[in-house]
Nanobody, 116 residues
Framework: QVQVVESGGGLVQTGESLRLSCTCT????????MGWFRQAPGKEREFVAS????????YYADSVKDQFTISREKARNTVYLQMRNLKPEDTAVYYC?????????WGQGTLVTVSS
């Protein structure tokens, strides 16, 4: 069974940085991409960043493209989300996913809280 596990969330102050990690484990499958969404309190889940597994192309939401960087360790089926200059509006549960041809496999989420 495939599992997606995130780590690295926590409480930081405005302007600080944080790096989230996400690893996909289990039986091998044709992974199309890995990436991140986030859900702030009272809001809908929104796309943050993703990386195509073949080729490594990256995609970002406009709101984070100059602030967050997605990277990977392909051999470990792991992606990272480096978040810089964090702001209170970045407070959210961050969800990682692995995308297979038949859909996304989600992690349980990791909470990032940015205090002002």
């Amino acid at each position: 069974q495939v599992q997606v596990v995130e780590s690295g969330g926590g409480l930081v102050q405005t302007g600080e940085s944080l790096r989230l990690s996400c690893t996909c484990t289990g039986r091998p499958f044709n992974m199309y991409a890995m990436g991140w969404f986030r859900q702030a309190p009272g809001k809908e889940r929104e796309f943050v960043a993703s990386m195509r597994w073949s080729g490594g192309s990256t995609y970002y939401a406009d709101s984070v493209k100059d602030q967050f960087t997605i990277s990977r360790e392909k051999a470990r089926n792991t992606v990272y989300l480096q978040m810089r200059n964090l702001k209170p509006e970045d407070t959210a549960v961050y969800y990682c996913y692995a995308e297979a041809p038949n859909g996304k496999i989600w992690g349980q989420g990791t909470l990032v809280t940015v205090s002002s």
